[in-house]
């Protein structure tokens, strides 16, 4: 049970306390002037779940541009929005609500986080442990809202007290200055003895910042300022907490019965109630999911093709389709076409300038499913590929679909899945998207948690900042872990004739972003990587890319504009009410 309390803070703080499904028990309260907050051992409960709360603002289904970090993701390479967006498309200003949005996001949860640093053993009456425990969670999270931060503007206003609108004048500190802001809040958590390493499923607790936590996030600002032997360092005191790879199947990671597994580090907690809620089904579902969802988020074509074969071998399309790489992206569509097409199909398809020569009246749909057949595990647990089954819902009954070109009728016989973008063809995300009728009981609102750091995050991460030091089999042995668990063959340095060799420091150091950008999609840590390792524009805006159907043509097409984006401009409604902050180079409104 989530027994963890979830609060929206505005003026005051209004808190809901939460069970799990059917137990579900909530309670309102009243708002607490400053005056009364944290005098009492239950309003201090309440204070905390006020700063943890931070972490869920803006996140609902009102709009697709909100606050969670999935949502991110679109920017990297693990996969894309289909409605053109300002940052691909090279439109953005600092005017737009995106830059706006998660600098008010983050900031409110520093105001939060810096009101329950003092007022706690000012004001609270609860026990000394407590306190103690409060006050670095608190300490941890005020860490995590100027870690991103930092990420997205490098160099950002540094406030470590409560401040009033008219104070919040500060100029930038440096990128550097920030960092040394997370490092010191994650050192004073990681040196607090009431804080525990780690807590396991069912406590009580479970969903509070841990030791634990604080060591992998403490690791990855070190990444960042490529300390790479402190990264390394704090990196397996996680493993040294007891956290672990969930010993299962990895699609079943993310399913709600495991969202507690030994793996999950740091989550946003979710239960399926209004405003409590994940919108992962809301914006990367399909019209034959559970609430007939939408499919604003899409997977790229780019990362799908990066899902190496079950041999370790790298997937090449030539070898599944000889010719194919010969043929325009537009003209690869008749290998995509379903079994079985009408004589109207075949006239339009003839009308686009196909040759449908090559198209398989009888055995097109086996020909391209072979492309998906003997790959990467993770492919299928993460992807609705071409012609591969979807557990959805017809009314409320579960009903399997398949995913079809050209798409006829979402209803018997065909029973196509469906999206909200019929005239298209796009992979979509299967990873948090739930299946049939009893998994989640409204669209908007999923119950399971959302992981924002995870025990394969830190294995990657380990491995590079043991990589960066030198090549090492230290390094393949934590990224082998991460392998393992899908079934896929150990990278290895000693046999040169294999798929698996890696003999280098430079080779390594792609194996274990191509890796991460395979592991993590649709879970708001791709488009980070590619800012940190400046390879946004190389992965995501090469010649030709663009929001891209499933043979690779472009809907719309990407503009990079400048090495300037990958530092986000400051809001320019905050460059207009602060007259102290400068505006990141590049950026013009």
């Not at 137990?23 to 009243?30: H, V």
């Not at 999911?289 to 997977?299: A, D, E, K, Q």
């Not at 097109?364 to 998906?372: C, D, L, Q, S, T």
């Not at 504009?561 to 990958?566: E, H, P, V």
Request: proline share 4%; charged share 20%; with cysteine.
């Amino acid at each position: 049970m989530k027994k963890f309390r979830i609060l929206i803070y505005a003026a005051g703080l209004l808190s809901i306390a939460s069970c799990k499904k059917n137990l579900l028990d909530t309670t309102s309260y009243t708002q607490e002037s400053d005056a009364l907050m944290w005098t009492t051992d239950n309003l201090t409960d309440q204070g905390m779940a006020g700063v943890y709360a931070a972490l869920r603002l803006n996140i609902d289904q009102s709009s697709a541009s909100g606050n969670e970090l999935y949502q991110l993701d679109r920017y990297g390479v693990g996969s894309m929005v289909r409605d053109a967006d300002g940052l691909q498309v090279g439109t953005i200003t600092p005017s737009s609500d995106m830059f706006s949005k998660n600098w008010k996001q983050f900031y409110d949860g520093i105001q939060r986080a810096n009101n329950a640093i003092v007022n706690i053993p000012l004001k609270s009456p609860s026990a000394s442990d407590k306190k103690a425990r409060y006050l670095a969670e608190s300490k941890f999270l005020r860490a995590y809202f100027y870690f991103r931060l930092n990420q997205l503007w490098h160099g950002v206003p540094v406030y470590l007290q409560p401040f009033t609108a008219d104070e919040a004048v500060k100029g930038r500190e440096t990128e550097d200055s920030v960092w040394r802001v997370v490092i010191n809040d994650l050192t004073d958590c990681i040196n607090e003895p009431n804080l525990p390493l780690k807590n396991s499923k069912g406590n009580a607790n479970y969903g509070h910042i841990t030791k634990g936590a604080a060591y992998a996030l403490r690791g990855k600002a070190y990444l960042y300022t490529r300390n790479w032997a402190a990264a390394a360092t704090d990196f397996s005191k996680v493993q040294e907490a007891g956290y672990t790879l969930f010993n299962g199947d990895y699609k079943q990671l993310f399913k709600e019965v495991n969202e507690q597994s030994d793996e999950m580090i740091f989550s946003i907690q979710n239960i399926a109630v209004n405003n409590f809620g994940s919108t992962t089904q809301f914006f990367c579902g399909n019209r034959s999911s559970f609430g007939s969802c939408w499919n604003t988020y899409l997977v790229s074509p780019v990362v799908v093709d990066m899902y190496e074969n079950t041999d370790g071998s790298k997937f090449d399309w030539e070898k599944v389709i000889p010719g194919f790489k010969g043929l325009t992206a537009a003209q690869r569509e008749v290998y995509f076409f379903r079994d079985g097409l009408t004589a109207g199909e075949i006239a339009g398809a003839t009308s686009r300038g196909l040759d449908m020569s090559k198209y398989l009246p009888v055995g097109n749909e086996a020909r391209i499913k072979a492309a998906y057949t003997n790959r990467d595990p993770r492919l299928s647990a993460n992807v609705i590929t071409p012609y591969s089954e979807y557990l959805g819902v017809n009314g409320s009954a579960n009903q399997v679909y398949v995913s079809r070109w050209p798409f006829r009728s979402n209803t018997t016989p065909t029973w196509d899945l469906a999206t909200d973008t019929k005239a298209y063809f796009y992979y979509l995300h299967r990873k948090f998207v739930y299946e049939g009728a009893t998994e989640t009981i409204n669209r908007a609102y999923g119950p399971t948690d959302f992981p924002v750091i995870r025990f394969a995050d830190v294995l990657l991460m380990w491995a590079e900042a043991l990589n960066e030091q030198g090549f090492s089999q230290q390094s393949l042995d934590l990224v082998n872990k991460v392998r393992a668990r899908v079934g896929m063959p150990a990278l290895q340095s000693a046999d040169v004739s294999k798929p698996t060799y890696v003999g280098d420091q430079t080779t390594m150091r792609e194996r274990i972003r191509n890796e991460r950008r395979v592991e993590f999609v649709n879970e708001g840590i791709n488009y980070f990587d590619e800012l940190r390792w400046k390879t946004w524009k190389e992965k995501t805006f090469a010649v030709g890319a663009g929001i891209q159907q499933i043979w690779g043509n472009n809907v719309v097409n990407y503009s990079w504009k400048g090495d300037y984006i990958y530092n986000w401009a400051i809001p320019q409604s905050e460059i207009e009410r602060n007259p102290n902050l400068v505006q990141n180079p590049g950026w013009i409104n």
